[in-house]
C-alpha cells in the first residue's frame, strides 16, 4: 500500500502565501502523475494542480498566475505553491498520486488533507 501525508495548511491573510507538501511513502515501485485538489464546505472536491512524471503540469483556471506544483521523484514528494491567496481559496486541501506498487499494480491513493484558511 501507499500512504500520503500532507503538510503545510495554515491560516493566512489575503495576498498571503504557503506552501504545501505532500510525501508518498510505504510499497512504491513509481508514481506518475501526482496532484493537488481542494474542497470548501458545501461544494464538491475539485482538481487544482497536476503534474506528470516528466513534469507537465495543469491547473485549474481559478489558480493559474498564483499557483505553481512541482515534484521531487527521487523522494516521492509534490508541492504546491500558493501565492496571492483569496478568501475563495479557502478549502482542505488533498494529496493524489497515481502509483505503481512493488506488486505491479496501479492504483489511486489520497491523502488525508491539509487545512488551508484565507482571512479578509
Known amino acids: 500500500q501507499v500512504q500520503l501525508v500532507e503538510s503545510g495548511g495554515g491560516l493566512v491573510q489575503a495576498g498571503g502565501s504557503l506552501r504545501l507538501s505532500c510525501i508518498a511513502s510505504?510499497?512504491?515501485?513509481?508514481?506518475?502523475?501526482m496532484g493537488w485538489f481542494r474542497q470548501a464546505p458545501g461544494k464538491q472536491r475539485e482538481s487544482v494542480a497536476r503534474?506528470?512524471?516528466?513534469?507537465?503540469?495543469n491547473y485549474a483556471d481559478s489558480v493559474k498566475g498564483r499557483f505553481s506544483i512541482s515534484r521531487d521523484n527521487a523522494r516521492n514528494m509534490v508541492y504546491l505553491e500558493m501565492n496571492s491567496l483569496k478568501p475563495d481559496d479557502t478549502a482542505v486541501y488533498y494529496c493524489?498520486?497515481?502509483?505503481?506498487?512493488?506488486?505491479?499494480?496501479?492504483?489511486?491513493?489520497w491523502g488525508r488533507g491539509t487545512q488551508v484558511t484565507v482571512s479578509s
Open positions: 493524489k498520486v497515481t502509483a505503481i506498487t512493488t506488486a505491479r499494480v496501479t492504483s489511486d491513493y
Open positions: 510505504g510499497s512504491i515501485f513509481s508514481i506518475n502523475d
Open positions: 503534474i506528470s512524471r516528466g513534469g507537465s503540469t
